[in-house]
């Protein structure tokens, strides 16, 4: 018999966290495509949660979303074509770039603030804030044990 066919997959927590984390996107990419913003439905609306008040580079984008600078750059293209985004240049390298939100992608982002708590006031009704409270805190100790540091707004 090889090690291939005494294969299992076992059960474990990453299974639940994977599960919860992908539902907790399809609601909140649900309500806000249904909102009006389509383009919480493509695969650049990943970069969004990165981009704050003072915009981000393309590089560090990359860096924190675990893939390459041109996936990156494809998704930017993708996010400005709808007018989400816009590039403009670095000031501190005049070669290098900011993302930052455009009036309409500020928009989204404060609908999405509005989402997210319907959402997690969905749970709180559901679990009482008592176990949302201590939920948050135990996925926070999670995320800090297994050496997670950058966490998306």
Do not use: C
């Not at 806000?32 to 003072?54: C, D, E, K, N, T």
């Not at 982002?109 to 989402?115: K, L, P, V």
């Amino acid at each position: 018999m090889t090690k291939r066919s005494n294969i299992k997959l076992i059960d474990h927590i990453g299974v639940d966290l994977w599960a919860a984390a992908d539902a907790w996107k399809a609601a909140y990419t649900g309500a806000m495509v249904r909102a009006g913003y389509s383009h919480f439905a493509g695969s650049g609306a990943a970069i969004l949660q990165f981009i704050g008040p003072s915009g981000a580079r393309p590089a560090d984008i990359a860096r924190r979303l675990g893939v390459s600078r041109q996936a990156v750059q494809q998704m930017i293209d993708a996010l400005e074509a709808d007018g989400v985004v816009l590039r403009s240049p670095d000031p501190d390298d005049g070669r290098g770039k900011i993302v930052r939100l455009t009036d309409k992608g500020a928009e989204a982002h404060w609908r999405g603030n509005i989402e997210k708590a319907e959402i997690e006031g969905k749970l709180v009704n559901a679990l009482g804030t008592a176990r949302v409270q201590q939920l948050k805190a135990d996925l926070a100790r999670i995320t800090d044990l297994l050496g997670e540091t950058d966490k998306p707004s």
